[in-house]
């Protein structure tokens, strides 16, 4: 089944902060990696196999040209600000799969930026593997270390060498989660208000998106507070390493508000509070990366009946969890699905994909 086209927006193209914000357009630096709003539509097919009558997407996984999913939107504030302060290059962490590290050595790349990779092991899978090699292709500097601890320890000596190259990478914080990486998730809640106010879409009653750093669950929240929606986001949690707790998402969500209404004035007082975040737990499986079976079954539902590609890592349990809860507590409600994922594929702008054994020698053992 081919994937189903895209509605043209009804509203200005653009950011919709400064829509609603004007004053804000040259208050934080920002590097364009988006082509923004994305769009939201029925999934008809899927809604009537599972038996939720009004179940929507919105379809992050077109945000951007050279990477999609919601990594671009929190990179374009994190890549500016790093321009703006002269750095060469960007370090950021997470999983030898991660997509996030991989969205960033593209994205740096575009904004003439180098990137630096710390990564942990995780579990293999053909797919984790494939990243890897895109990360090398894309001229990623690629570290492994064996533990959390291994991983904060690499990145001081790699800083102290950065220091002495006077290269001293800006840090991207796992996930790009940070008060000014969460601006991206804010940006895209006034977005979809902008969508409910013009009809197309309803508005939702509960937002299913999944939950792993958690800037994209606490950007949502606290622009869904700024827009006046009164839609209810559902976190379904993807990692068991450092995974965050409501109040900590409060503190970032509140710590982003800081950030906005220090470029933009007339942004209004609100607050965030740990009692605004719901999260599932539950579909993490043995552990971050691994596949479950209910994922890869959601998985092939969506691509089937609706022709989205999604993946096991974050998106595939975020639909499980959907699909599973829809029929319980979220019975009879308005649900949508906010595809985090990249349907932009990243080799096709390469002329070929490197040999593992161009990789970095500690990175030949998940390959053999």
Known sequence: MQTPTAPTPSFTEGLALEHRFPGFTSGLPRYRLT??????????????????????????????RFYGGNKPRKLEWLLGDARRRGRRSVMTFGGIGTHHGLATAICARQAGLRTILVLLPQPLTDHVRHCLLLDHAYGAELHVAPSVAAVAATAVGL?????????????????????????????????????????DCPEPDSIFVPLGSGGTVAGLVLGLKLAGLRSRVVGVLVTDILPPSPSRLARLANRCWRRFRGAAPEVPRVCVEAGDFSIVDGFVGPGYGAPTEEAVQAIDLMRGLEGISLETTYTGKCLAALLRLAAKEYRGQTLLFWNSYSSVDPARNLSRLPDFRELPAAFHRFFV
Not at 48 to 60: A, E, F, M, N, S
Not at 159 to 164: D, F, K, L, S, T
Not at 178 to 189: I, M, R
């Open 35 to 64: 082509d923004l709003p994305t769009p939201v539509h029925r999934l008809a097919r899927l809604g009537r196999d599972g038996g939720i009558p009004d179940l929507w997407v919105k379809r992050d996984d077109a945000s951007g």
């Open 159 to 199: 800083i102290a060498r950065g220091a002495v190259r006077r290269d001293v990478p800006a840090i991207i914080p796992v996930g790009g989660t940070s008060p000014l990486g969460t601006l991206g998730y804010v940006n895209a809640a006034l977005e979809l208000a902008e969508q409910v106010r013009v009809g």
